[in-house]
């Protein structure tokens, strides 16, 4: 079983949550080899995570961002990292709670997400810049 390693840099995207099954698999080319494995996607950020979910309905990502901001506000009194600005701290703590990978099959050359699935990443400050990807693709 072959083991493919290829890291690369999204493109800047705003603060939110985005899909980018797509910028994977065009950074990935050797993906379109593999007829069953597995993808393991790894984002080397502290402030920006990953998740799967709902990938049809955009809302669906304007309401994830609504509510980790009133989970998580900004502004807080008692954070003490606050030199980077006020979307720091909390985009740290965002980070965490979604995490920093996720695991996703690959079948005939495609990631594998269900039917209204999508690999997000979730942009959590303002001005995060290109974010760093790391692609691990185990499979025949």
Known sequence: MPTLQQS???RPYPRGFHLIEQEIEENMPQLKDIKAGIAHIFIHHTSAGL???????PTVRGDFERHF???VPENMDYYQHTT???DDMPAHIKASLLGSSVSVPIQNGKLLTGTWQGVYLCEHRNNGGGRKITITVMGD
Do not use: R
């Open 51 to 57: 998740t799967l979910n709902e990938n049809a309905d």
């Open 84 to 86: 980077e600005g006020s």
């Open 8 to 10: 690369f840099q999204l």
């Open 69 to 71: 901001n009133k989970m």
